[in-house]
């Protein structure tokens, strides 16, 4: 019969556990933050075709533009390849101005626990 000397019981117990913490902190360390969504509105879908297919909707929710900026950004981002209707391209703009647009409130992004670490003050 095979037996283990304590030596060989302590390193495999070590060795697992080593496993079990390098899995949890796998699973802590690659959540994502929830995934951004563009809110209801009369372009949403028209915004989702054009801009959703080569980037996250953050990069989009993330701005603050007036009018002007956002027909600066849809018409270069037509440009660059997005599949604008120029039937569409207006109820676009005010659909991206409305919601996205200087007066609303700066964009706060989202956080998953393992990315919230605020560092505490100690006072010495």
């Given at each position: 019969m095979f037996k283990c000397s304590p030596f060989d019981f302590l390193s495999r117990l070590v060795i697992a556990l080593c496993g079990v913490l390098l899995c949890g902190a796998v699973a802590v360390f690659s959540q994502?933050?929830?995934e951004e969504q563009l809110p209801a509105g009369a372009a949403k879908e028209?915004?989702?075709?054009a801009c959703l297919g080569c980037h996250e909707a953050r990069i989009i929710v993330q701005q603050r533009l007036d009018k002007t900026a956002w027909t600066k950004e849809v018409d270069k981002m037509t440009k660059w390849g997005a599949?604008?209707?120029?039937?569409?391209?207006d109820a676009?703009?005010?659909?991206?101005?409305?919601?996205?647009?200087p007066d609303q409130p700066a964009y706060e992004a989202p956080r998953t626990e393992?990315?919230?670490?605020?560092?505490?003050?100690?006072?010495?």
């Open positions: 994502s933050p929830p028209k915004a989702e075709a599949e604008v209707d120029p039937k569409d391209r676009l703009i005010d659909y991206l101005s409305t919601n996205f647009g393992a990315g919230s670490t605020k560092k505490s003050k100690s006072k010495h």
